[in-house]
């Protein structure tokens, strides 16, 4: 059973500071790992994707993947109370014929004006 | 542009009564999936359709059957609600193949009583 693992939280932050939220996944030969961001009562939405070892930045987000330990984390510099959610990490992996995506349980991350 | 559109978004059914989720995308994806998200299980895939005419089993089909409409629509069924299906259902497409990013609707939070 392929797996994806993140710390449940509560993640609690000071506005401003630096958040980091981790994931830890089991399949190897995964390839493809997201990162969404859901809302109390929405739906998940996406913030970043990647696919290679190392460092991806996209305005205050960072994601990182390190493929030889198995985990990829997400930075969130100058923490806002806006980006107070959950955050889900996704990971694809081998399904047999086909790949999917796996997902965490989510951190929830809570970030004090 | 819409993204993608679910209805309802509540419903309270009784146990034993058959409801339709309808969902629709306006972006054009080949692959459309429903899933339902409860506290402490996080996303569980219900169906996938990879693409317009074909439709496959998820983590957690047993209850539910789907229909592919058409390329726009994915629609969920339930035949004989029971408690256990309360939770909070998503649909959601992504271009192609179920590792990529995914587009999700709204949501429809159901209640069996």
């Known amino acids: 059973q392929k797996e994806v693992e993140q710390n449940s939280g509560p993640l609690s932050v000071p506005e401003g500071a630096i958040a980091s939220l981790n994931c830890t996944y089991s399949d190897r030969g995964s390839q493809s790992f997201f990162w969404y961001r859901q809302y109390s009562g929405k739906s998940p939405e996406l913030i970043m994707f990647?696919?290679s070892n190392g460092d991806k930045e996209d305005g205050r987000f960072t994601a990182q993947l390190n493929k030889a330990s198995q985990y990829v984390s997400l930075l969130i510099r100058d923490s806002q109370p806006s980006d107070s959610a959950t955050y889900l990490c996704a990971v694809n992996a081998d399904a047999g014929n086909n790949r999917k995506l796996i997902w965490g349980l989510g951190t929830s991350l809570a970030v004090n004006p | 542009n819409a993204g993608v559109t679910q209805t309802p978004k509540f419903q309270v059914l009784k146990t034993g009564q058959s409801m339709t989720l309808q969902c629709a995308q306006d972006m054009n994806h080949n692959s459309m999936y429903w899933y339902r998200q409860d506290p402490g299980m996080g996303l569980r895939l219900i169906y996938y359709?990879?693409?317009?005419?074909?439709?496959d089993k998820g983590e957690v089909p047993n209850g539910y059957n789907v229909s592919r409409l058409n390329k726009r629509e994915f629609s969920l069924r339930l035949e004989s609600a029971a408690p256990s299906q309360t939770s909070v259902y998503f649909c959601?497409?992504?271009?192609?193949?179920?590792?990529?990013?995914?587009?999700f609707g709204q949501g429809t939070r159901l209640t069996v009583v």
């Open positions: 959601a497409s992504s271009e192609v193949g179920q590792d990529t990013e995914a587009f």
């Open positions: 990647i696919y």
């Open positions: 359709s990879a693409s317009e005419g074909t439709t």
